[in-house]
């Protein structure tokens, strides 16, 4: 039986200022591989809750474990080389005069000897399709590329567990494929991807696990398919499930919608569900 | 006489190598609906802000062509004048919000034109009106969520009670919620015979409302027509990187498996009463039951 | 961040004394600042002092106040109060607890001690009675009006309010950058003062980046908002100065008209008990 590698156990938080807790009896584990996004209205608790896993936020109350080992006293900077976080709006952490350079930093940071960081760099542009831009400044790209920038100067430090904050939000829908594309492409390579997305498309097109929050808590974990087929509960939490699994859940309540991931796909199992009404002397006629 | 003239627009950012648009021309009557759409580095941004004018002597470059807005040539007038007849909101809420609650900033505007108190009052009750925040009015938009922000910063502009109103990609930053906000009062305004120009990544957003759509690429307008016409091209769209609706799609993939079908639909609503006519066209031919597998 | 951001919403509160004229509660505030300045008798101070505190509940903001003067108050008073006796000069008949080396420990040092102290608190507390009954943003508009009289631009007012609109936000983003950084392996918290300080120049860049670009946002929203149409702007929110803010200035120049005169009357200094 394979263990989590991220886990929390009973994890209650509160901001200091507040009143009202952020997070409330939080029992999750996350294996080692997944490709996990997490949804809920702004304000639910997903952000809150990610920052638990490399240390920023502690809990106020339960615990957070990383690979088995309770991440109390453990500072950030520590944590970082095994789970790297990526924040929302790149222009945060974005500082060096080259491209170059911003990918060290976190390498350096970690005590990685400068030839082990050149090649990392090497690799992890390559990751990302900015090879060509290594010593250019990194506020001449466009803003998808210095997204892709920033996930690269994450992946540098090599960590097994990348979380990504709002991935794709402002970015338009060749720049949100490519980022999401590397994703999958990094899971493929044994990362674990965690990520918060508002676009429940690419969550379903992408996402193998969908953790939907609500006020704090966790109200729905499952695959795309298990969570976005009851819009009654998603309603609840006024959250809609993408478009196509709206059509299908209306006109083939009965199918398998783990077939539903383009909207070709629901076209043909639409085609299928009206081409099943037709007498037999009429099938083969197209 | 149009509303909006563009005539061969050119414009150079300054100390950019490349004309960031590159002679566009179109006209806009009252009362149109335009969706514009292109990808990312199209020009979408550089075309809204010159036609509120902030282009070019607020951000600097060489501007060729000419813009009249409402017969004003934008070269001519000052911003501030502009203003009153062209609002335009951006997509980063937070950067167009300049006053420590949402009172203030719809007077604001108001204010700097030197309308009398009265005014300004009857025109603040609308505007949070139209808006729907009449309970936040004294509230620090630090507290308010994304969608609430783009509807102060929105109603801070349309106090100024402009004919025409410019969106560029106000939505894009929202979560679902913010977005649903936003576009409802877009609804209402389009309701009101209001000219408005969305500039928009998402087409699922955009058919509800645009009755015509510019697509600029590279700085040139490469189509202009009908929203019907040019949403449901779906090789179009994609030759130029935009994804098409995807119960367009969705209708596209039905013709290639062959079923026939007189248009291919635009809305859900749309896609969901084709699907339904197809369902019964089907049951009705073979006079048989609606196998469901 | 916080806590200022909580004193800015305890001054939107409702009571007789938040809905005065924010300049009446501006002067109050001037002239009741200067007699900690010409009073040091201790005795007198306290009263002052007392006399601020007497009014919260009018404001409704006695609560408030104390949690955060609890804190401040032994702060101020401890740190006084073993600072200062070394300032104290001495005179020939003081009674001395230490007279070693360079310490001289007299009780008349530690009366002056505390007298100082207490000049300090009253002030202090006048400033925060001040603040949290005071919407600041309303007395920049107000004092904005004023100005435009005499031909002064509304710029400068403008100014102060864009920042208290920007300020919760730029520090949430010095925040979020710090946490980047931190998600990057940067060790803040350990290594000597220099050390750490050094650490933090990377982090300056994309603080002073965002702010840069919310000052080239601003400049686009202005033009967008008509700023300078007009040279007389007009005003939505009107200031007028009645009666009870008349009385609420009154109050403070009568406090500083008595402390006037005790110092004349040579009651007004420490020196009475040393």
Not at chain 3, 191 to 218: C, D, F, Q, Y
Request: charged share 20%; glycine share 8%; with cysteine.
């Amino acid at each position: 039986m394979k263990e989590p590698i991220l886990r929390t156990e009973n994890l209650y938080f509160r901001y200091p200022t507040r009143e009202e807790y952020a997070l409330r009896a939080i029992n999750i584990e996350i294996f080692g591989g997944e490709f996990v996004a997490f949804i809920g209205q702004n304000g639910c608790g997903k952000t809150t809750l990610l920052k638990h896993f490399n240390g920023l936020l502690r809990p106020t109350q339960g615990k957070v474990f990383l690979y088995g080992q309770d991440t109390a006293g453990i500072p950030t900077c520590k944590l970082a080389s095994k789970v790297g976080y990526v924040f929302q709006n790149p222009d945060h952490q974005i500082f060096a005069d080259t491209v170059r350079e911003e990918i060290a930093f976190g390498p350096k940071n970690l005590g990685f000897d400068q030839s082990h960081i050149e090649s990392i760099t090497k690799d992890v542009l390559k990751a990302v399709g900015l090879e060509e831009y290594i010593d250019c400044p990194p506020f001449s790209l466009g803003k998808g590329q210095r997204q892709r920038l920033a996930i690269a100067a994450v992946l540098a430090m090599e960590p097994d567990i990348l979380i990504i904050d709002e991935p794709t939000t402002g970015q338009d829908w060749h720049e949100s494929i490519q980022i999401m594309e590397l994703l999958r492409e990094l899971n493929s390579q044994g990362h674990t991807i965690i990520i918060t997305s508002h676009n429940m498309q690419l969550v379903s097109l992408y996402a193998r696990r969908v953790v939907l929050m609500a006020n704090g808590e966790i109200w729905m974990d499952g695959t795309p398919q298990r969570v976005f087929s009851d819009p009654d509960r998603l309603r609840e939490v006024y959250i809609k499930a993408p478009m196509l699994y709206q059509l299908a859940h209306r006109f083939c309540p009965n199918a398998d919608l783990s077939r539903v991931v383009t909207p070709e796909d629901l076209a043909d199992l639409l085609y299928d569900q009206i081409y099943a009404c037709r007498p037999a002397s009429e099938r083969g006629a197209v | 006489m149009p509303l909006i003239e563009v005539k061969d627009l050119t414009f150079t950012y300054r100390g950019a190598s490349q004309p960031a648009l590159k002679g566009v021309s179109f006209t806009i009557e009252a009362g149109e609906f335009v969706g514009l759409i292109g990808p990312t580095g199209a020009g979408k941004t550089t075309l809204c802000m010159a036609l509120a004018g902030i282009i070019p002597f607020t951000v600097l470059g060489k501007m060729g062509g000419r813009v009249w807005i409402a017969g004003m040539n934008t070269i001519e007038h000052e911003v501030a004048e502009l203003a009153q007849v062209i609002g335009l909101v951006l997509q980063d809420a937070q950067a167009q919000l300049l006053m420590t609650d949402v009172e203030k900033e719809i007077v604001f505007p108001l204010e700097n034109l030197a309308l009398p108190r009265e005014e300004i009052a009857r025109r603040l009750e609308a505007a949070l009106d139209l808006v729907h925040l009449k309970e936040m009015r004294r509230l620090h938009p630090f507290y308010l969520s994304g969608g609430q922000r783009q509807r102060v910063a929105l109603a801070s502009i349309l106090a100024m009670e402009p004919q025409i109103l410019v969106l560029d990609e106000a939505t894009s930053e929202l979560d679902p919620v913010g977005v649903e906000e936003v576009l409802s009062v877009v609804s209402e305004l389009k309701a009101k015979g209001k000219t408005i120009i969305l500039v928009e990544h998402n087409m699922e957003e955009l058919v509800r409302f645009a009755d015509r759509v510019i697509v600029l690429r590279a700085g040139r307008i490469v189509a202009d027509g009908p929203a019907r016409q040019i949403l449901t091209n779906i090789s179009l769209l994609q030759d130029i990187g935009v994804y098409p609706p995807q119960i367009t799609l969705v209708g596209q993939r039905l013709r290639e498996l062959g079923l026939d079908l007189p248009e291919l639909p635009l809305t859900l609503d749309e896609g969901i009463t084709m699907l339904e006519q197809l369902v019964k066209a089907h049951a009705n031919l073979s006079g048989e039951e609606r196998v469901v597998k | 961040m916080s806590l200022f951001l909580e004193l800015l919403e305890t001054a939107k509160r409702d009571s007789p004394i938040h809905r005065l004229d924010p300049r009446a509660k501006a002067i109050w505030w001037l002239i009741l600042i200067i007699c900690p300045i010409i009073v040091t008798n201790p005795l007198i101070l306290v009263a002052l002092t007392a006399w601020i505190w007497l009014m919260t509940p009018v404001a409704g903001i006695g609560r408030k106040m104390y949690r955060v003067l609890i804190v401040i108050y032994p702060v101020m008073i401890g740190f006084i109060v073993i600072t200062w006796p070394f300032f104290y000069r001495g005179k020939a008949d003081d009674f001395y607890l230490v007279n070693w080396s360079f310490i001289h420990l007299s009780v008349e040092g530690i009366i002056y001690a505390i007298a100082m102290g207490l000049r300090i608190i009253m002030a202090l507390t006048a400033c925060m009675f001040f603040v949290m009954v005071t919407d600041l943003m309303d007395l920049t508009t107000a004092v904005g009006q004023i100005i435009q009289k005499f031909g002064v631009s509304y710029t400068f007012p403008l100014m102060i309010l864009s920042s208290f609109k920007f300020l919760p936000e730029v520090s949430g983003d010095f925040l979020t950058i710090q946490e980047s950084f931190r998600s990057r392996a940067l060790d803040m918290d350990s290594g000597s003062l220099w050390e750490r300080m050094r650490k933090l120049v990377p982090i300056a860049i994309p603080l002073v980046e965002s702010t840069l670009r919310h000052a080239s946002n601003i400049a686009i929203a202005l033009e967008l908002k008509a700023f300078g149409a007009r040279k007389n702007r007009t005003f939505y929110r009107q200031y007028k100065m009645g009666p009870k803010d008349v009385l609420f200035i009154l109050s403070g120049v009568v406090a500083l008209g008595l402390c006037c005169y005790l110092r004349v009357k040579g009651v007004g200094t420490v020196d009475v008990f040393l």
